[in-house]
T-cell receptor, first 112, second 116 residues
Framework: GQQLNQSPQSMFIQEGEDVSMNCTSS?????WLWYKQDPGEGPVLLIA?????ELTSNGRLTAQFGITRKDSFLNISASIPSDVGIYFC????????????FGTGTRLQVTL | GAVVSQHPSWVICKSGTSVKIECRSL??????MFWYRQFPKQSLMLMAT?????????EQGVEKDKFLINHASLTLSTLTVTSAHPEDSSFYIC????????????FGPGTRLTVL
């Protein structure tokens, strides 16, 4: 089946640093989504991208939908301790009502 | 925002028994809900799509007779793990799709299942 590969797998950064992670696919997606999952919780949507080339921000988070529709990146600026968690990308091949395929995840640790 | 709850939040059962997990959309109606399984340090894997009033659609490799899904109302879907075995121990997460919010899926807090 389809697989979304995320890199890096894990990151250890200092508070205040910027973070960048990306997600790549061998096939095209029509929608890209970025989620954050805290330990023992379900994922929470951070940013949704609906058009190739789209660049969207949500506070300190910025994400872009790659022009080829096979990749996306997420940037976090000026990281803070509560940014700790696992970040997942997810894609939809059909419309917004279609099922999600999740990426492999990027684990973020922030040190003071 | 939209809220999805799951019950129980954790359950421990003996091998061979069945366990039912509930997923509820608290402030919206969901004709479609999804069930995911997440093993430690892994991603979420879709198990099945639950449709209100009709049979669930299972992903390849997921046994429909072992993971029974019932979506009897617009706010409730249940997943029953039948004859559970230790390898079924996992974190089960549901999501509910809100057609009134651009089909965004809202996730429940998950249910940790441990089979002894």
């Amino acid at each position: 089946g389809q697989q979304l590969n995320q890199s890096p797998q894990s990151m250890f950064i200092q508070e205040g640093e910027d973070v960048s992670m990306n997600c790549t696919s061998s096939s095209i997606f029509n929608t890209w989504l970025w989620y954050k999952q805290d330990p023992g919780e379900g994922p929470v949507l951070l940013i949704a991208l609906y058009k190739a080339g789209e660049l969207t921000s949500n506070g300190r988070l910025t994400a872009q939908f790659g022009i080829t529709r096979k990749d996306s990146f997420l940037n976090i600026s000026a990281s803070i301790p509560s940014d700790v968690g696992i970040y997942f990308c997810a894609g939809q091949t059909g419309g917004t009502a279609s099922k999600l395929t999740f990426g492999t995840g990027t684990r973020l640790q922030v040190t003071l | 925002g939209a809220v999805v709850s799951q019950h129980p939040s954790w359950v421990i059962c003996k091998s061979g028994t069945s366990v039912k997990i509930e997923c509820r959309s608290l402030d919206f109606q969901a004709t479609t809900m999804f069930w995911y399984r997440q093993f430690p340090k892994q991603s979420l894997m879709l198990m099945a799509t639950s449709n209100e009033g009709s049979k669930a659609t299972y992903e390849q490799g997921v046994e429909k007779d072992k993971f029974l899904i019932n979506h009897a109302s617009l706010t409730l879907s249940t997943l029953t793990v039948t004859s559970a075995h230790p390898e079924d121990s996992s974190f089960y997460i549901c999501s509910a799709r809100d057609s009134g919010r651009w089909n965004e899926q809202f996730f429940g807090p998950g249910t940790r299942l441990t089979v002894l």
